[in-house]
């Protein structure tokens, strides 16, 4: 990562991880109106910039087609899960970006052990796959809520009190395995305070556009906004590691939450930095065949190569490959 980009971006982001091995107490350690100094208006700018980027490092994660990326989202109700998916991937090309929203397990996936219908969305080589809550519901709703627990068909030997301690390292074995295998697992926590959320809901109800977005259950799940908090801290304390971190994004502000997801995904893919493949020297030479064609057939007063005529090779990028943000073809 030597473009100067990217540690500025590392550097704006750091505040955001959560050290592995940390203890956090999201009350204590994390403001949901964080701003780090910056106004709106230029937030707007950066926030161009960073989906400038990821448009361009997603076409190059493409074409080398080696590794995936799955990009974890969570947060309350109301946190600007669906918002910070619309602007952030709003210039990335969609046949590399797969979005998954997990709901109540329907009867064939309670079938399965918990993490079954997470592995079913993780993405090929070459895509990020978007998880719009994730495997980490298994320690959180799960937890807030022990009947839901139940309904998982568990053995009865597992039910003991170190249930959560057990979800929490077979996760990150999990998550270990996937990065030893290319798959960078990215998770982004969108910390939301309390009267901000309570703001939202009256919001959703106030606007008639608004009202599908509300269900009466989001004021159930609010009055457990502590036991929520407590599962939150001791998750993010317990799964941030060296090759899954972490993000904990100030969300009161929808647009400073998605300047920082940019940044979060942006410093993965320069990370990785993904670089467009080498064509072979044999196949080269077809392409220069083919080249020598097709400037035979330029119609009379037309540049045999338009495109070589108004881009001299001195201004041009490279790379052959696979079109942006798909596989081959």
Request: aromatic fraction near 10%.
């Amino acid at each position: 990562m030597s473009d100067e980009r990217a540690e500025r971006i590392a550097d704006f982001i750091e505040p955001l991880r959560v050290p592995p091995g940390s203890k956090v107490r999201l009350d204590r350690d994390f403001d949901p109106r964080f701003k780090a100094g910056m106004k709106k208006r230029e937030g707007t700018e950066l926030l161009r910039t960073g989906v400038s980027l990821l448009a361009e490092y997603q076409e190059r994660l493409a074409a080398q087609d080696t590794y995936g990326v799955v990009l974890c989202l969570q947060a309350l109700d109301a946190g600007g899960k669906d918002g910070t998916i619309r602007h952030v991937m709003s210039g990335v090309n969609p046949q590399g970006v797969r979005v998954s929203s997990f709901k109540v397990p329907s009867a064939e996936e309670l079938d399965h052990d918990y993490l079954w219908r997470y592995a079913l969305r993780l993405p090929s080589r070459g895509e990020i796959a978007i998880f719009n809550r994730s495997h980490y519901e298994e320690v959180l709703v799960v937890r807030v809520h022990p009947e839901v627990l139940l309904r998982q068909k568990l053995p009865d030997h597992v039910l003991g009190e170190d249930i959560w301690d057990r979800r929490y390292r077979e996760i990150n074995r999990w998550e270990r395995y996937l990065t030893d295998n290319g798959f960078k697992v990215v998770k982004i926590f969108l910390n939301l305070s309390k009267e901000e959320q309570r703001t939202r809901f009256l919001k959703r109800i106030d606007l008639p556009e608004k009202n599908w977005k509300f269900s009466a259950a989001d004021v159930r799940e609010r009055r457990r906004w502590d036991d929520y908090q407590h599962a939150f801290s001791e998750m993010l304390s317990a799964t941030s590691t060296r090759w899954a971190p972490w993000y904990v994004v100030p969300a009161d502000r929808k647009w400073f939450a998605r300047i920082c997801a940019a940044a979060v995904l942006a410093h993965t893919l320069m990370e990785i930095d993904p670089q467009y493949p080498e064509v072979a020297q044999e196949a080269r030479k077809d392409l220069l065949v083919a080249k020598r064609a097709l400037e035979r057939e330029a119609p009379a007063g037309v540049p045999a190569d338009p495109y070589a005529a108004r881009h001299p090779p001195a201004h041009r990028g490279g790379g052959h490959g696979k079109k942006p943000g798909g596989k081959r073809g």
